[in-house]
């Protein structure tokens, strides 16, 4: 059994991973300040004794005593993200300085949740870890995508300063249940529209791809990462099944059995026209791979955003 400290442990990804520590028997600290995760996403473990829920922003520090760290603290989705740029930087940039300060202080492994978004508008493709990217510093979605650079950049640093034993891992597009009714991400958005009869709100001509991950095998990979003690990566974790936009919300459309029509509205400023990860390091390193496709992932997702609409009414 380990003490496991997870900052953004309330979000989407957070609340899965606490759920996965949880059931293999660890105690879990889940640090959040609820900008954009819920005690509703963290309502199942409230009566557990080995989990613990701390309300607490990252950009102050805080000493507590665990073994393992997993940073995840920060707003992910672009409207989020872009709600307050500064905090956002702050989030990553301070956030990350002062969990790394307490990683070296009390010698624990720490876990950098870095996004797919350091490879910017890539023009390599597909991404692997040894390309530096095409990240514009000074557009709206610099905050989140240079924010995640530096935390980067600080915990290699640590690394070689002081020792810290650091894993980054690069995160590709994840969807699963629990994310946010209004989280604006692509897929929550075409789900919500589809089963509430909305239009689909398609930015630009939907021929920009992403590959989308299921949350399960993400936090799988995520503990196969934390295993591989002195192993920092940089690696990629995501589904390499790549998909257009427009092909989403198609199938979306189709699985939910909508009548919503898919309606265009302007691409946002810098939005990457592809997206899929090379997983050669995780295969190699982690023995870690997808397992679930985005037929089965998506139908999931589907079913628990119905079960929601279902509970509200
Ligand atoms: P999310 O918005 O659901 O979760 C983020 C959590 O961090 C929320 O609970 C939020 O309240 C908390 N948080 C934000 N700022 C904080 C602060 N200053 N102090 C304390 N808590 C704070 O998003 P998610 O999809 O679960 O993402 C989790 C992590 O994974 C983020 O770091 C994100 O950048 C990274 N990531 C996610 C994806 C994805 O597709 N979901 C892709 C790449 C990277
Ligand atoms: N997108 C869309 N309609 C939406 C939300 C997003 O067409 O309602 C597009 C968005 O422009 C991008 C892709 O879907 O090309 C993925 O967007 P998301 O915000 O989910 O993630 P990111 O751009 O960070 O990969």
Redesign the pocket.
């Given at each position: 059994m380990k003490r496991v400290l997870i900052t953004g442990g309330a979000g989407f990804i957070g609340s899965h991973l606490c759920q996965k520590l949880l059931n293999e028997g660890n105690e879990v600290l889940c640090l959040d300040n609820l900008f954009t995760g819920s005690k509703k996403n963290i309502e199942l473990f409230l009566d557990n004794h080995r989990f613990e829920f701390i309300r607490h922003d990252v950009i102050s520090p805080i000493l507590l005593e665990v073994d393992q760290i997993y940073n995840l603290a920060c707003p992910?989705?672009?409207?989020h993200y872009q709600y307050n740029p500064v905090k956002t930087i702050k989030t990553s940039v301070m956030g990350t300085i002062n969990m790394l300060g307490l990683a070296k202080r009390i010698r624990a492994r720490m876990l950098q949740a870095s996004t797919?978004?350091v490879y910017g508008d890539p023009q390599v493709h597909p991404q692997r870890e040894d390309y530096w990217g095409n990240v514009n510093p000074i557009g709206p979605?610099s905050c989140y995508d240079e924010g995640k650079r530096v935390g980067e950049t600080l915990c290699m640093d640590y690394y070689r300063q002081n020792q810290v034993d650091i894993a980054i891992c690069r995160i590709f597009?994840t969807y699963g249940p629990r994310m946010a009714w209004n989280d604006?991400?692509?897929?929550s958005?075409?789900i919500v529209?589809a089963i509430t009869g909305q239009d689909?709100?398609?930015?630009?001509d939907?021929s920009?791809t992403?590959s989308f991950c299921y949350v399960d095998d993400l936090v799988r990979g995520f503990c196969a990462l934390m295993d591989k003690k002195g192993f920092t990566g940089p690696v990629n974790l995501g589904n390499p099944q790549e998909i257009t936009?427009l092909e989403?919300?198609e199938r979306v459309i189709q699985m939910t059995k909508s009548s919503s029509k898919i309606i265009r509205?302007p691409?946002?400023a810098d939005?990457?026209t592809r997206?899929k990860p090379d997983i050669t390091i995780a295969k190699t390193e982690l023995n870690w791979e997808p397992e679930i496709s985005l037929e089965e992932g998506l139908g999931r997702t589907i079913e628990n955003f119905q079960q929601r609409l279902k509970d509200e009414q």
């Open positions: 992910a989705s672009p409207i797919s978004e979605r597009n604006g991400r692509v897929v958005n075409f529209q689909i709100t398609l930015y630009g939907g920009q992403r936009v989403l919300a509205k691409l946002p939005d990457p997206r």
